[in-house]
């Protein structure tokens, strides 16, 4: 067993869907979550930038004893994977991503062999999806970048006219493509399968890597003998996490809420207030704090 928290971070929000799949999934694990939403999006940036913005984020958690690393972000597992299994594995701190996940579910779940790909314009130009995909005999990739969706669940839409027009616009492309199958190449992408749902047509499988994910990191966990019983209770050095500053505060005194505070520690580069807004709204109660990263 091994008390330390699994430390996970994304360009802003759509991390929260990993992390609400890992915290279902192992309610007995202790979380430390960063939005680096000062730097969001991830997915218009060059990929060097994009590597820079991760490894430091990731040093941050490191530094403060995480067990495990989890890139809860396409843009950033498809820039800095390989740099980053180089960089901790040494120190003996796993590194997972999202995209093997993804692909191995979408491979699983299509029957004609046509599969979509939407994703973020850096995520999109690497190639990551498409060549992993590839990979598989008669399996046909349809790719296609969808920028706006980040901007989109940041701004906290996931409804509405605007939405529906932009969501056309992107997927007239892939359902043209015959695809049976549609990988959410984003984790923003699931807190909008309302939208894409709608456009696409029910006959659509939606692959998201969410879950799939959160069943790699209790692979590992189990495979390292540090998975912790579901009624552990560690607590997380926030106060080191934030240089002893705190931001906003839990606001309810109940011991469910103060337990949630203790083991689950969000934390955004950004705007704090706004984080919380949406978090608690994407995610849900267990986001009782967020702080200034």
């Not at 994304?10 to 915290?23: H, K, N």
């Not at 007995?28 to 060059?46: L, R």
């Not at 960089?87 to 599969?115: C, F, M, Q, W």
Request: glycine share 10%; proline share 4%.
């Amino acid at each position: 067993m091994n008390n330390a928290p699994i430390g996970i971070f994304d360009s802003g929000l759509g991390g929260l869907t990993v992390a609400r799949a890992i915290i279902d999934q192992l309610p007995g694990e202790s979380v430390v979550y960063i939005g680096d939403t000062a730097n969001s999006p991830y997915g218009t940036k060059p990929v060097e930038t994009v590597k820079h913005l991760a490894l430091n984020v990731m040093d941050k958690l490191v530094e403060h004893g995480v067990k495990i690393l989890v890139i809860a972000c396409n843009t950033a597992s498809a820039a800095v994977l390989f740099d980053a299994r180089a960089r901790y594995d040494r120190l003996g701190i796993p590194v997972l991503e999202v995209i093997s996940p993804a692909v191995h579910r979408a491979v699983s779940a299509t029957h004609n062999g046509k599969i979509g790909v939407i994703a973020t314009s850096t995520t999109i130009a690497t190639g990551t999806y498409q060549r992993a995909l590839g990979a598989y005999q008669q399996v046909e990739v349809t790719a296609q970048a969808c920028p706006a969706f980040v901007e989109f669940v940041e701004r906290g839409i996931t409804s509405g006219s605007e939405l529906l027009a932009k969501a056309r616009e992107y997927l007239e492309p892939v359902k043209a493509g015959g695809v049976d199958t549609l990988v959410l190449g984003c984790t923003h992408y699931p807190l909008l399968t309302g939208v894409i749902n709608y456009v696409m047509g029910s006959e659509v499988t939606l692959v998201s890597s969410s879950e799939e994910t959160a069943r790699d990191v209790y692979r590992t966990l189990l495979e390292n003998d540090w998975l912790n019983e579901d009624d552990a209770t560690g607590e997380i050095n926030f106060s080191a996490l934030n240089g002893g500053e705190s931001g906003a505060v839990v606001e309810s005194d109940s011991p469910v809420a103060l337990k949630q505070s203790n083991r689950y520690q969000f934390l955004a580069t950004g705007n704090t207030e706004v984080f919380t807004r949406l978090a608690r709204r994407f995610l849900g109660p267990e986001v009782g704090v967020v702080n200034q990263a």
